[in-house]
C-alpha cells in the first residue's frame, strides 16, 4: 500500500498534556508528522488539533481508532491534502536592501505583508496554500533571503458536523 498526505482533524476537549498524548500515539505508531497546529475554538474548552502525516489507508483507521479512544477526544476527521483546502502562514525574514531591488514588486503581486522591523531586516507574512508559499519563496531565494519558517496547516473542516451534535452534549 503507497503512503498518501492526510490531515486528522481533531476536535477534543482542552487540558494539560493532549497533545503530548496525542503526537504520542501516533510516533508510537511510527507515523512521522509533518505538520502540527493546535487551537482553541468558540466552544469553551474545545480546540480544533490539525495533524498532517503521510499515512496508509490501512493505518490511518486504525490510528484515527485510536486516537478517539482518548476519553477528551470528541471527533477524529481524516481528510486526503488534496481534497480539502489547506492553508499555512509564512514568515520571510528579508534583508532591507531587498527593498531597493528591482524584485521589491513580488511582495505586492503574492500579497505578501511586511509585519515587522528590524535594524537592518524586516519580516514579512504571507498567508495561502502550499504552492503559493513555494512559489513566492522561490522568487525570494536568494543573498536577501535571511530566514525562512512556516505554520502547521490549516483546513477547512467544520467544527460540529450535521450527525455530530453530541459534541455540544458531551462537552456540557
Not at 497546529?37 to 466552544?43: E, Q
Not at 489507508?57 to 486526503?80: C, G, P, Q, S, W
Not at 525570494?140 to 455540544?168: A, R
Request: hydrophobic share 45%; proline share 3%.
Amino acid at each position: 500500500m503507497n503512503k498518501e498526505r492526510y490531515l486528522l482533524s481533531i476536535k477534543a476537549e482542552n487540558r494539560p498534556g493532549l497533545l503530548h498524548l496525542v503526537t504520542g500515539i501516533i510516533e508510537k505508531k511510527l507515523i512521522a508528522i509533518q505538520s502540527v497546529s493546535a487551537a482553541p475554538t468558540d466552544i469553551h474548552d474545545i480546540i480544533m488539533i490539525t495533524i498532517e502525516v503521510y499515512i496508509t489507508e490501512r493505518d490511518l483507521m486504525t490510528l484515527a481508532l485510536k486516537l478517539e479512544n482518548i476519553i477528551e477526544v470528541f471527533a477524529v476527521e481524516a481528510i486526503k491534502y488534496d481534497k480539502t483546502l489547506c492553508l499555512r502562514a509564512a514568515y520571510f525574514k528579508m534583508e532591507k536592501l531587498f527593498l531597493e531591488s528591482p524584485k521589491v514588486s513580488v511582495l505586492q503581486e503574492h500579497g505578501a505583508v511586511i509585519v515587522n522591523w528590524y535594524p537592518d531586516a524586516f519580516l514579512l507574512a504571507k498567508y495561502g496554500t502550499d504552492a503559493a508559499i513555494l512559489n513566492l519563496y522561490n522568487q525570494l531565494d536568494g543573498p536577501h533571503l535571511l530566514g525562512f519558517s512556516q505554520t502547521g496547516l490549516i483546513t477547512d473542516t467544520l467544527l460540529i458536523d450535521n450527525d455530530e451534535s453530541s459534541v455540544i452534549s458531551r462537552a456540557a
